[in-house]
């Protein structure tokens, strides 16, 4: 358990030499803090509350005797099932427990089991972006396709999905409504896609044979307490709402902020600069740390992938403070205004194709 609390003074690491890491001075200051130890006992009551709630919600729908009231609990499924998807990244990258087996067999259970995603999809595709965020040409989470992120991918849209980006700002949220439902899709086809085949084959059985089980348990409870034309109404809102809240935890953390590989000076960037302009933080208390799942935290998390998630909050004032003394800008804003920044920057990029 670190020592350091809520209250940590806003100390800089100690300024780097010439021409050394800008980063060391901050991770050897972190260190001392104790803020990369593991939190397996708060992860194992977060994990805990989280079940008991899937199972109590779960429990509701076989009581309800094929209520319409039934559909009320699409709700508060969607909101506990993206606490699932929040453990399953953290465990993706070792923030829960010392060794690697544990994190696995904790992201396949919340990943693919409860949430119906390929464990190996999502890390491969969020590996790659944690490594270039934000960068055009290597970050897949701004790779043009329903959306685009940057004016040359703009230019080049035709028909429907020239329409798509003049309007992307205002069908962003919209959209996301979807994700719930593009994880699962992705999840599959991961397994048949040729870089798929890099798993081995014990690999794919257990990843392919958990999403089965995912997509056959979650058909059977519905279809089992409710009828058929309910359980699809119910299946569309909880899984549009778990979208629409993924969306509104990932939206906010790097559209908008700088996107390395349109210019030539975030290919020079070193990792502390690399994580920090192309980041945003959240603003708020412990009810955002608990509906973003941590992910206001952007710069922090983006900076010490593997630090827990109840670490974030202390880090915090040592990473600004350091950001201070080195002249790097530290972006935080409220919710709101950072959905206002993401959206005008989708605005900003399909607006040559509204003047012609």
């Known amino acids: 358990m670190p020592q350091a609390t809520a209250a940590l003074p806003e100390r800089a690491p100690a300024p780097t030499r010439a021409g050394g890491s800008e980063f060391a001075p901050l991770l050897r200051t972190v260190r001392e803090q104790g803020l990369l130890v593991r939190r397996p006992g708060w992860y194992a009551a977060g994990i ?100 685009v992120f940057a004016r040359h991918q703009a230019a080049g849209r035709t028909g429907p999905r020239r329409w798509l980006t003049r309007h992307q700002a205002w069908l962003f949220f919209p959209l996301t409504t979807l994700e719930g439902l593009a994880l699962k899709v992705y999840g599959f086809q991961s397994l048949f896609s040729p870089d798929g085949r890099r798993r081995t084959g014990r690999e794919r059985v257990v990843e392919g044979g958990l999403l089965v089980v995912h997509v056959a348990g979650y058909a059977t409870l519905l279809l089992t307490t409710m009828s058929v034309g309910q359980a699809l109404v119910f299946a569309l809102i909880h899984q549009m709402l778990l979208g629409l809240h993924l969306g509104m935890a990932f939206a906010p953390n790097h559209k908008g902020m700088a996107m390395p590989g349109q210019d030539g000076d975030g290919e020079r960037w070193g990792h502390l600069r690399r994580q920090v302009l192309t980041s945003r933080n959240i603003r708020g208390g412990a009810l955002t740390d608990w509906l973003l799942g941590g992910l206001n935290y952007q710069i922090e998390h983006h900076l010490f992938p593997s630090m827990p998630r109840p670490h974030l909050r202390l880090a915090q004032p040592l990473v600004r403070a350091h950001c201070r003394a080195l002249g790097i800008p530290y972006t935080e804003t409220g919710a709101a205004e950072s959905y206002r920044q993401a959206l005008g920057h989708l605005r900003a990029v399909g607006e040559p194709l509204r003047r012609t």
């Open 48 to 147: 805990t509350v989280n079940l008991l709630a899937l199972t109590a919600i779960a429990a509701a729908l076989v009581l309800s005797g094929h209520s319409r009231w039934a559909l009320l609990l699409a709700v508060p499924l969607a909101v506990f099932s993206a606490r699932t998807g929040f453990i399953a990244h953290d465990a993706g990258h070792a923030q829960i427990a010392a060794r690697r087996r544990t994190n696995h067999l904790l992201q396949l259970l919340h990943a693919n089991l409860l949430l119906g995603m390929s464990q190996e999809w999502w890390n491969d595709k969020h590996n790659r972006h944690h490594a270039h965020p934000n960068h055009v040409d290597k970050d897949p989470d701004v790779a043009p396709d329903v959306l």
